[in-house]
């Protein structure tokens, strides 16, 4: 990191979306890689704190490029009791924030890792005592109560919606309380994501097919996981209409995509001329190629220790409409081993020492609840693949990977799993 993206030690919460455990493992992936100077002091199901010397604009530029991390913000201080962060707010923004208001102005309290018990009346309180201080300036700030969040009873927030809506980014009057380690910290909202951006990438392009291709957001979790870094080459070999290949284009990530099914490859040509388009990224400053080719025969078509990173979610097996019988779900891994255990021998051929794959793997949930998994130890055997946890490598004692975000009712489980391609 250069001189001039730094300044002195400050502590930065980023605010973790429905999926907390993998947006920390994403968040520890973009340190490793630099994207982000400093380290993760501590994290909860809600907040993660990091200490950086990193300077504020260039951490909200990074946002963009988050899947599981929907707001950051900056603390400015922290209190050891909730019964301190009514009185204690104001002192502590007043310099940075409260001085510089414009003469009217919409702000909001978000409060992250408290149970709306404790919440509620601290937000309430705290709005009673900012507003003192608002009148003593002679400003107006019209109160938008946070709302209550469906993926977590420890979060009560300001939409980022209405937050962008009100330009409440722009003033620093999202205020953030935020639960944790053993301490209370305060500050306020830099930057959230953008829905209306995200919606507009997803449902411009020109193609969509929801059944074969994972979402947006998750795409850019895993292209984050898998610590691919601007200027080198990410593989997706089951590419489907390209939508891991759109999202790492955008971060200026060369990428080769394929499928075995002509057709789709020609529709994945569309979004990612749609996304050069848009984004202007000329093929001769960052480059894509497509191609119609069986994943088992990847290394006819391409080098040896070529390829970067290779982010991907393979054939799942087929759709099913009931929870299958235990002898039908063997039957299915039996029907999908040779793919797999063909494909990681491919994947290993083809990936540089000491990079990374991101795959989703199958397993199926039976009538009786039974879990049938691959038999991913055939796949790594005769490689030097090794399972990669970046919690794990950072030093904290919480595993993340394989990560499990199959929702409740699907027959069809899916686990994230990261390996790393040893020397």
Known sequence: ????????????????????LLAVAELQSQINVGRISGKIVEFNENVALVE????????????????????????IGAVSTVDEVPNTFSS??????????????????????????????????????????????????????????????????????????????????????????KKIHLGYTLA?????????????????????????RMAQILINLCQVREGETLLDPFCGVGTILQEALRRKIH???????????????????FYRRIYQLPQKKVKSSLYTI?????????????????????YLGPLLKDYPSKHKAYAI???????????FKEAHRLLRPNKRMVIILPYFKTRKKDKIQLPLENFVKNTTFQISDPLKEAGFQTSCIPYDYSSPTSKIGREIYIFVKKR
């Open 1 to 20: 990191m250069t001189k001039d993206v730094k300044e002195k030690k400050h502590y930065i919460a980023f605010i973790l979306g429905r999926d907390p």
């Open 92 to 181: 502590f923004l007043y310099d940075e924030v409260f001085k510089k208001l414009p003469s009217v102005f919409h702000y909001s309290i978000s409060s992250y890792g408290l149970p709306l018990s404790t919440a509620i009346p601290t937000v309430n309180m705290t709005k009673d005592a900012i507003e003192l201080q608002f009148k003593e300036l002679k400003v107006k700030g019209e109160f938008h109560p946070p709302q209550r969040e469906t993926y977590s009873d420890l979060v009560l927030e300001q939409p980022p919606k209405d937050i962008i809506r009100y330009k409440m980014n722009k003033t620093r009057t999202d205020f953030i309380i935020a639960n944790v380690g």
């Open 52 to 75: 950086t010397t990193q300077k504020v604009f260039f951490l909200k530029k990074t946002l963009n490029y988050f899947g599981g991390i929907p707001k950051i913000g900056k603390i």
């Open 294 to 314: 069986d994943a088992q025969k990847l290394s006819k078509h391409f080098k040896k220790n070529s390829i970067d990173g290779i982010v991907t979610e393979p």
């Open 333 to 343: 891994i039996d029907e999908l081993t040779p793919l797999y255990e063909q494909f």
């Open 255 to 273: 990428v080769i995509g394929s499928d075995i099914d002509p057709e789709i490859i020609k529709a994945a040509k569309k979004n990612i001329r």
């Open 192 to 216: 959230v994501y953008s829905p209306k951006k995200h919606q507009f990438r997803d449902l411009k392009r020109p193609v969509k097919d929801y059944s074969i291709n994972i979402s947006i």
